[in-house]
Every structure is written in C-alpha cells, then in structure tokens.
C-alpha cells in the first residue's frame, strides 16, 4: 500500500469519526451544557435566596432598584449568552482538545478513562483515532455557536417584544393618571410661602426608613410598584394606595396634604387691605363651613394637622379677644381644607388653598407681584371695608365718624385696594376674565348702625354700594371678571359667643360660590338672599331675601362658640 494511499484512508476514516461522533453525541453534549449554564446565568441557584447580583440599589438619585426589565433583563441575557459561548470554548480547549485528545488518546490512553491500552494495536487504534476525535470536537463547538447564535437572535427578539409591551404599560399607566388628572381639573401646587411653584408629581417618602422617592410612578423602576432600598414595595398609582404615603414638595421639601394628586385643588385669596377683616372672614368662614355641613350634604376638614392646629388657634382667638390679630410676616402660608360633597363612592372633593396675605403685600404692583400664588387662582375673595372709601368717611355726619373710627378701617379704600391688584393679577395668571369674584362687604354689624348711610340689608349689595358712591368698583368687577357676586357679612356675629346661625352660614356662601364655579355644588348660596350674582350692575335676580339687621355684636366668649377642631 502506498503511503498515500494510507494517508487519504487515515483522512477518511477521521472524518467520518469526526462526523459521527459530532452528530451522534458531542454536539449534544455540547448544546446541553451550554443551555445549562445559561439558564445558571439567570438567577441565584437556591430558590428564595436573595439575588447576589443584586448588592444595592440603583447608583442615580432614586432610592429604588430599577425594574427586572430595565435593566437586569439585558445583563442576564448577555450573562447567559456569555455563559453558554464561554463553556463552548472551555469544552473544546480543555477537555477535548487538551484532556482528551492531547493527554489521552495521543498516548494510546482511553478517553474517557485515562487507562493505557495493554497492547500495542489498542494503543495504535487509540492514536489513529485522535483526529476524528479532534475532528468531531472542533465541528461540535462550530455548530453549537452557530446554533446559540441562533438562539440568542431569537431570545433577543423576545426581550424586545417584552420591553416594547411594558414600555406601552408605561406610557399607558402614565397617559391614564395626566388624563384623570385632567378630566378631574387636578393641578398640584405647593401652599408655601416662598415657593407656590407647580409640580407634576409629589416627592413620597418610603413608610420603612424614611427615603425620598422622586419618581413614583409608572417607569423604568417599575410598572405597577417600585422596591425602595429597604426592600418595601411602594405602589406607583393612587389607585393602588399611592396617596397613602407621606408626600414632600419636590421645591421646598416641605409636608403636603395625602390629597395632593387625588383631589382637584382650588386656591383662593383673599384680598383686602390692612384692617379690612379679611383674617376676621376667615375664621367666619371656618365656622360657616361648619354650619352648612349640619345641614347640608357638605363635608369639611383640614386637610393636615398643621392646618387644624392653625385653624383651632383662630378660632380661639376671635373667641377670647373678639379679634383677630392682624396678619404677619411675608407671603402666607395656605390653609388647606377638605371640601365634598356626598359620601362613599359618590363623593365629589375639592382641596381647597386659602390664602390670606397682609394687606400690605398687595398695596402696589411691586409688592403684588411677588405674590406668586396669584398666578394660581381660580377665585377670588375681595374683601371690602367701605369704612375706608373717601367717599364713604365724607357722608359720614359726627356720631357716625366715630363709629366708623372705632370700626378700625383699612388702610385703603376699596377702590385703590383693587386698581393695585387687579392689573398684576392678570399679568401673573393671565386667568382674570374667567375667574370669578365674591366681594365680601365686611363690618355690617357697624354699617347697620350708621345713620348717614342705607342699611346693606335693604336690597342688593351691589345696588347698596352704588348708592353709597361705590359704583365704579362695582362696574370694574362686572368688566374684569367673568362673573361677580356680592355679599354683606358681619364676621364677629359669625363667631365667638352668640354668633348668629345666618350669619354664620352667609359667612360661608362667597367661598361655596366659588366652588360651585369649579364644579362642587352644595347647592346653599343659590338659594339664600345674601348676595346677587350676574355681570355685577347687569341686573338683580328678583325674589332676593333682605338681609335682617343685626343686633349689636358680642365680643367676650361663652357657650355657643363653635367646635372649629371638627371640621
């Protein structure tokens, strides 16, 4: 036989062993340690024990590990992808090259036990098969990368198809909470002075150790929960319990009300200068509240216990002096009050912001312009002391300029309080034409003692204030608003001992007029005679109750007072 002859026989026969040996088992071998090795990528190996791939939470600034498939998802996919190529490359290099070709069967040693062969023609069939089996290594690993290349495409294809779908829950999720937002009129503002900035979402804090979460919601931590560093699943929806949990302003990092982001928020200033009663109206209004609630399908409370601590201290203020002491400090704080209508499901709510500022802060368009709350009104309460018109102080005879002075009148007239207001309102907003006004008459209980003037009760408020000089102010209103109303209001027979339960529900109609404006109807102001509604000086709704005199008012506190602690 000649020598080359032998040699394309050796080639032959390797190649078929190679060929048979790679088909008949080693590329099996093959693929299923390299699927097992990929599925070990994928998880801890002891069910329930925690992930060692996961050793703390995202390094950004949310306290929260990122969800499975924003991340992790990817890393294990590319981990088992690795996993599964790299003992490839260890089966073919080390064990069959190496151990079992190289070390074993080129020594005429078996394969797979490492025992030499007793005779020399087991030895030589041992070498001469060595190629085949090289052969058959090599052929193996080439088809199984092929193979798990494949595999990988098609498990690639698949993540993606998953991340697309949960990206869409996402936006979904999201689309859904700006569109309730939306239909319900939800729009969040901090209350605090200083800030009044909007925001879209709350800063919550983790109930388990105190961490600030500034992205919970639908998103790259999680669809439907994120899992807060401590290892506490925080939902991501209010539906889900969301507004359970303490929440921050994302600006100034102070406390907001658990309403924020479920409750549709109505602000509404108070405007008025100095001594014109407006901290006065609004401890009556506190207590008139209170007074519609026994009789109406009204619900009142604070909304925090910061707000009912400061609401309690009012009251208890007006009921030990007769007064209110006067506003202090920079731009207000709003208190904030829960206000419904109905119970359970059926419920309607708003978070109603009421600001009372100094009556100083609104005395120019310097000092008003930094009143940046302004620019989220949806009402306002003007607060009128006639007591300090010009016109009005000069029709006053001797006796009733006395009066009048004892009154404590504001600093300014009415007419000057709102021209200085009124065209930085619109500058701030932009809102003005579709806001409503209810302009609030203080200090009737001294008005209906005047002789020099008719009585606010005879008729309506805005007839009344026309007759007294006032009618440009009732004109302008009617103009710049979209609506106007009026009212005559005798806050300290609204409160303390003896308040007059009218009075007390009158004190409460111009800021449920209001919130009738934003959809919460009670369905009370409608129906009582204390004010007229309309383009102010348009015309008067016939069939108007007149207002009754008052008796003179009270000052010391007794039995009576109002529980302000329940609203």
Same mark, same amino acid.
């Given at each position: ?37 990929? /599925? ?35 890393? %294990? ?36 036990? &490492? ?60 689309? /859904? ?29 983790? +109930? ?29 929806? #209010? ?36 001594? #014109? ?122 006796? %009733? &300029? ?10 300014? &007239? ?24 209810? #302009? ?84 009370? +102001? ?10 102010? &000086? #348009? ?8 207002? +009754? ?13 109002? %529980?302000?602690?329940?609203?």
């Amino acid at each position: 036989m000649s020598p080359e002859l032998g040699l394309q026989i050796l080639l032959y026969a390797s190649g078929a062993i190679g060929v048979l040996v790679c088909l008949g088992y080693a590329l099996w071998r093959f693929l299923g340690l390299a699927v097992q090795a990929a /599925a070990s990528a994928f998880g801890p190996r002891t069910p329930g024990a925690p992930d060692p791939r996961i050793t703390a939470p995202h390094p950004g600034a949310e306290p929260a590990h990122l969800a499975y498939w924003a991340l992790q998802m990817w890393t %294990d996919a590319a981990g088992a992808a690795r996993a599964a190529a790299e003992l490839v490359w260890y089966l073919l290099t080390r064990h069959w090259l190496d151990e079992m070709v190289r070390g074993r069967l080129l020594r005429g040693c078996s394969g797979y036990t &490492g025992e030499e062969a007793e005779h020399w023609i087991g030895r030589l069939v041992l070498r001469l098969i060595a190629p085949g089996m090289a052969l058959a290594a090599v052929l193996s690993a080439l088809l199984s990368w092929v193979l798990l290349a494949g595999i990988a495409v098609a498990f690639a294809a698949q993540l993606v198809l998953v991340t697309a779908v949960v990206l869409a829950g996402v936006l979904a999720g999201r689309g /859904a909470d700006r569109l309730g937002k939306l239909v319900r009129g939800i729009r969040m503002k901090c209350p605090y002075p200083g800030c009044y900035r909007p925001f879209p979402l709350a800063v919550y804090v983790c +109930p388990g150790c105190g961490a600030a979460h500034r992205e919970l919601r639908a998103g790259r931590y999680g669809v439907v929960r994120h899992v807060c560093r401590c290892g506490r699943a925080l939902p991501t929806t #209010a539906l889900a319990g969301r507004s359970g949990l303490a929440a921050r302003c994302p600006h100034c990092d102070q406390g907001l009300p658990q309403a924020v982001g479920t409750t549709r928020v109505v602000h509404l200033p108070l405007v008025g200068g100095t001594s #014109a009663g407006k901290t006065m109206l609004l401890a009556a209004v506190l207590d008139g509240l209170t007074a519609w609630s026994h009789r109406s399908r009204l619900t009142v409370d604070y909304a925090s216990p910061t707000d009912r601590r400061d609401g309690t201290t009012l009251g208890r203020q007006v009921d030990t002096t007769g007064w209110a002491l006067k506003t202090q400090g920079g731009q207000p704080r709003a208190l904030m009050l829960l206000v419904g209508k109905g119970r359970g499901r059926l419920r309607r709510q708003r978070l109603l912001y009421v600001y009372d500022p100094m009556g100083e802060s609104l005395r120019d368009a310097d000092t008003t312009r930094r009143q940046q709350y302004l620019a989220h009104a949806d009402g306002v309460l003007l607060v009128t002391d006639v007591l300090a018109s010009p016109v009005v102080r000069r029709s006053l005879r001797a006796g %009733d &300029g006395q009066l009048a002075v004892a009154a404590r009148p504001a600093d300014l &007239g009415p007419v000057e309080t709102y021209a200085g207001f009124t065209g930085e309102l619109q500058g701030l907003g932009g809102r003005r034409r579709r806001l409503g006004v209810a #302009a609030v008459v203080t200090k009737r209980d001294v008005l209906d003692r005047l002789d020099s003037l008719p009585r606010p009760g005879d008729g309506p408020v805005d007839a009344w204030l026309e007759d007294i000089g006032l009618g440009d102010l009732v004109r302008s209103l009617g103009h710049d608003f979209a609506a106007a109303r009026f009212w005559a209001v005798s806050a300290r027979a609204a409160t303390g001992a003896g308040a007059l339960e009218s009075e007390r529900l009158r004190a409460a109609e111009p800021v449920l007029w209001l919130l009738a404006r934003t959809g919460l109807r009670v369905g009370g +102001p409608s129906a009582r005679g204390g004010g007229n509604d309309g383009q102010a &000086g #348009a015309g008067r709704p016939p069939g108007r109750q007149r207002i +009754p005199r008052l008796p003179r008012p009270r000052g010391s506190a007794g039995r009576g007072t109002p %529980d302000r602690s329940s609203l």
